[in-house]
């Protein structure tokens, strides 16, 4: 049995923070180790299905600076970077999501680079041009069933219920509104 002493050293090892910070006077979010890791990716007004699908995100991503212990939590001291590198999946969010996004959220360039995805998907289906596009239909509405969080977002924001691993991915966002107007100075400069 251990003795108080054992007990207080072993408390000490567990509550030790990760990486370890000698260093005094460092701001919070240089101090934090889960800031310093993850970011800050969690916000209060998330749905429990984007916690869902964060902490998901993180256990399936690869970590460190080598870019091993994917499907872990363990973070190896050694390995010398606090960060971890997930998927972003905006080819898939682009299938999936932007033709049921709102208008005003498309920007011209998301368009093209649509249409252009969808002439290389139908591509590689062989049939007539009715079938391809009935086929890339029916993907769409089977990626589309596995919409988490959608609200009022624009298409990449989306969130997909992590039912598979292939389906995890970071949001990726942009200030659009900014986008928006930068487009229209081209348009009108052209």
């Given at each position: 049995?251990k003795n108080q002493d054992?007990?207080?050293i072993d408390?000490d090892?567990?509550?030790?923070p990760?990486?370890s910070?000698?260093?005094h006077g460092?701001?919070?979010?240089?101090?934090?180790?889960?800031?310093?890791?993850?970011g800050r990716?969690f916000?209060?007004d998330?749905?429990?299905l984007e916690?869902?699908?964060?902490f998901?995100l993180?256990?399936?991503s690869?970590?460190?600076?080598t870019?091993q212990?994917?499907?872990?939590l363990k973070l190896?001291?050694?390995?010398?970077?606090?960060?971890y590198?997930?998927e972003?999946?905006v080819a898939l969010?682009l299938?999936t999501?932007?033709?049921?996004?709102k208008?005003?959220?498309?920007?011209?360039v998301?368009?093209?680079?649509?249409?252009?995805?969808?002439?290389?998907i139908?591509a590689?289906?062989s049939?007539?041009?009715?079938e391809k596009?009935?086929?890339?239909r029916l993907?769409?509405?089977?990626?589309?069933?596995?919409?988490?969080v959608?609200?009022?977002?624009t298409?990449?924001?989306y969130?997909?219920?992590p039912?598979s691993?292939?389906?995890?991915?970071?949001e990726?966002t942009?200030?659009h509104?900014?986008?928006i107007?930068k487009?229209?100075?081209?348009?009108?400069?052209?």
């Amino acid at each position: 049995m251990k003795n108080q002493d054992q007990m207080s050293i072993d408390q000490d090892i567990l509550l030790a923070p990760f990486p370890s910070t000698g260093e005094h006077g460092i701001a919070a979010d240089q101090n934090n180790p889960a800031i310093r890791l993850y970011g800050r990716r969690f916000y209060k007004d998330q749905t429990p299905l984007e916690y869902l699908a964060e902490f998901l995100l993180v256990f399936a991503s690869p970590k460190g600076a080598t870019k091993q212990g994917d499907f872990s939590l363990k973070l190896d001291p050694n390995d010398g970077a606090s960060v971890y590198w997930p998927e972003d999946r905006v080819a898939l969010k682009l299938f999936t999501f932007f033709p049921s996004s709102k208008l005003e959220t498309r920007h011209p360039v998301h368009q093209m680079e649509y249409l252009q995805a969808l002439e290389e998907i139908k591509a590689h289906i062989s049939g007539s041009s009715v079938e391809k596009d009935e086929a890339v239909r029916l993907l769409q509405s089977l990626f589309s069933g596995f919409v988490g969080v959608a609200k009022t977002r624009t298409w990449v924001t989306y969130t997909f219920l992590p039912a598979s691993v292939s389906l995890l991915a970071r949001e990726v966002t942009w200030n659009h509104p900014d986008a928006i107007k930068k487009s229209k100075k081209i348009e009108v400069t052209d």
